[in-house]
């Protein structure tokens, strides 16, 4: 069935499990929303969630609005050196961060100019992580509604909280922090590696049905 998403930073589980289920198609005519999974992922560090923000250039005049297809990354901030110490400070301990790092690093070194595009990348490199060829089509124009099937843009909200009936796996921290829910895909690769695809597999979507 296809299903519209928002094309996120690092995608939660939540939204990867229920985008290998389906077919995707990524809205890409939107206007940009602050505090979205836009440009925001969360991990786990030693002090439990941790959230990863991309700097963006705000635009001017009157309405402030633009689309998510047209937003540029502020790169006058050094955020992709920051990200990545981060992401090696919280999870060079893990079973499998060794193994995803030489593809993962070149992420954070390459310069980005469109917020839309990195966010492609950054879900290139987990499907491919995953061992998936994900297909997928964009919108051709903004539609408040999608008929053709399941709307999962409300996914991208990072201030909606939902029930993720979600089966506890190891996380580095989770003996001081306990287990943290619906964290970045990256948190899932890093701890479970090649078990990614059949954890994310069996994950109920009853959420979806909310």
Do not use: C, M
């Given at each position: 069935m296809k299903a519209l998403f928002h094309p996120t930073y690092f995608p939660n589980i939540a939204t990867v499990a229920a985008m290998?289920?389906?077919?995707?198609?990524?809205?890409?005519?939107d206007n940009y929303q602050k505090q979205t999974f836009r440009n925001r992922c969360n991990i786990c560090n030693d002090q439990g969630k941790h959230l990863l923000t991309i700097?963006?250039?705000?635009?001017?005049?009157?309405?402030?609005?633009?689309?998510?297809?047209?937003?540029?990354?502020?790169?006058?901030?050094?955020?992709?050196?920051?990200?990545?110490?981060t992401l090696q400070t919280s999870y060079r301990t893990s079973a499998y961060f060794?193994?995803?790092?030489?593809?993962?690093?070149?992420?954070?070194?390459?310069?980005?100019?469109?917020?839309?595009?990195?966010?492609?990348?950054?879900?290139?490199?987990?499907?491919?992580?995953?061992?998936?060829?994900?297909?997928?089509?964009?919108?051709?124009?903004f539609n408040l509604n999608f008929n053709e099937g399941l709307d999962m843009r409300f996914l991208v909200n990072a201030k909606k909280e939902f029930t993720l009936s979600q089966e506890p796996y190891f996380q580095v921290f989770d003996d001081r922090n306990g287990f943290v829910p619906n964290s970045s895909t990256l948190d899932l690769l890093f701890n479970e590696g090649t078990n990614a695809l059949n954890y994310l597999q069996n994950q109920n979507l009853s959420f979806l049905d909310a």
């Open positions: 290998i289920k389906n077919e995707v198609v990524w809205e890409v005519n700097p963006i250039k705000h635009v001017g005049g009157s309405s402030g609005r633009q689309r998510y297809k047209d937003v540029k990354i502020d790169n006058s901030y050094n955020w992709q050196r920051q990200h990545w110490r060794e193994f995803y790092e030489d593809e993962l690093e070149p992420l954070f070194h390459e310069e980005f100019d469109s917020l839309l595009e990195f966010n492609l990348k950054t879900i290139a490199f987990i499907t491919e992580a995953l061992g998936i060829d994900l297909a997928y089509l964009k919108t051709e124009s």
